[in-house]
């Protein structure tokens, strides 16, 4: 238990560092000297890395097991904090978010493979839940709580010290860990299994349905989310953090009990597919409806969250579609594109938000328009739309009877 802990609490950190720099990013602009395209890239940077080492990190997983494999990750994300912190040049900055990113991998699958390794399957989906809870738990602290330590101090000075909680999960990953199996066998056995997961179609029908479901997540709650709500709403950052804060509190909430609620009733799909289309039909309220009430945006905000955190099934669904020895390559091949989603969508905002730009600066950051923002978040919805048709188009889990 202590070894699913830390590595949930990795992922816990792992989406403090996704989510910062939402409330830094008229700070990042002015720094660096950028616009919202470049700002959305270095954000980016972390899902690139993330999203890049998803099947090494299954691969290697299903190989070496975790004890070694997260302590060395969060050793990584540590130091390259420090590093992104100290940078003074856009080049230096991408470069340590990469880092940060790829570090960052081996939480949630490693707490996954730790889950799959010490507790039964009919408690894998729950555990999933659970660990996924303590990552929106993450991206809750890193909005405002995260933005008020900006403002107590300044963005380098908080990067240097979340630098500090990597060490300590460093130690706790080599203290607490343990693998009771590893794999065997050299390149030929890891190609074996890649090819198997890779040539499977229910594991791309559950990585486009999960990466359909996150874009809301990562690019609206985890990024632009927070300076649209400025432009309609007129507030001010931190009460803007708190309300989009509310998507994390939403998918926390929603990711063991959706999971809990498979497992207990025997089904995968259905969750699923009911949990996408909540989330889709929050964003497009949020967006298109005129006249909605800051408040009413929170709640749409917990709708997006809790829908989409039917996405934990996908993971359950993909384990169970691919044989296990094969689990943590699964795994990594979905959660590769679900956080692809986030290298995918957030500089796509940015690019349509700087397409739509009228030329408006404020102490030197671009000010974006309301109706551009609701032009580049047309692409979530569209996301969205693609991933509840294939979620639709799965097949239920062979261990609940699906053919």
Do not use: K
């Not at 997983?61 to 969060?74: I, N, S």
């Not at 790829?102 to 009919?122: H, I, T, Y």
């Not at 063991?256 to 889709?280: E, F, H, K, Q, Y």
């Amino acid at each position: 238990m202590l070894g699913w802990l830390v590595g949930s609490l990795f992922f816990f950190y792992a989406w403090i560092l996704r989510v910062s720099p939402s409330v830094m990013v008229e700070e990042l602009m002015r720094d660096f000297h950028v616009g919202g395209a470049i700002v959305g890239n270095l954000s980016a940077l972390y899902f690139y890395g993330y999203a890049g080492m998803q099947i090494p990190v299954g691969l290697l997983l299903d190989r070496f097991g975790p004890r070694r494999l997260m302590t060395a990750a969060a050793g990584l994300v540590a130091v390259a904090c420090l590093l992104f912190a100290w940078s003074h040049g856009l080049a230096g900055a991408s470069v340590t978010r990469f880092l940060i990113g790829a570090g960052c991998a081996f939480s949630l699958v490693g707490a996954m493979a730790v889950a799959g390794q010490w507790f039964p399957r009919e408690r894998f989906a729950l555990l999933a839940g659970l660990a996924m809870m303590f990552g929106m738990a993450g991206g809750v602290f890193g909005q405002a709580p995260l933005r008020m330590a900006v403002n107590a101090t300044d963005w380098r000075t908080t990067m240097a010290s979340v630098a500090v909680i990597g060490f300590g999960l460093m130690l706790a990953a080599w203290f607490f860990v343990r693998d009771r199996h590893r794999g065997s066998g050299g390149v030929g056995a890891v190609l074996v299994g890649l090819r198997r997961v890779a040539t499977n179609r229910q594991t791309w029908l559950n990585a486009v349905a999960g990466l359909g479901s996150t874009g809301p997540l990562l690019a609206f709650a985890g990024l632009w989310g927070v300076p649209y709500l400025q432009a309609v709403y007129d507030i001010d950052r931190v009460t803007a953090g708190s309300v989009t804060s509310v998507t994390f509190f939403g998918w926390g909430v929603g990711a063991p009990l959706i999971g809990w609620l498979s497992d207990r009733i025997g089904n995968r799909r259905t969750p699923l597919i009911a949990g996408l289309l909540m989330s889709v039909l929050s964003l497009v309220a949020i967006l298109y409806l005129p006249g909605i009430p800051l408040w009413g945006v929170g709640v749409l905000c917990f709708g997006i969250g809790f829908g989409g955190s039917a996405q934990i099934v996908n993971f359950a669904l993909v384990r169970e579609h691919n044989p296990p020895q094969f689990s943590g390559t699964a795994i990594g091949m979905v959660n590769a594109l679900v956080t692809g989603a986030g290298a995918l969508f957030q500089p796509m905002v940015g690019w349509l938000l700087d397409f739509g730009w009228d030329g408006v600066l404020v102490d030197g950051a671009r000010v974006y328009s309301v109706g551009a923002y609701h032009m580049a978040f047309s692409v979530l919805v569209a996301g969205c739309i693609v991933g509840i048709l294939c979620a639709i188009v799965l097949r239920e889990s062979p261990d609940f009877g699906g053919r």
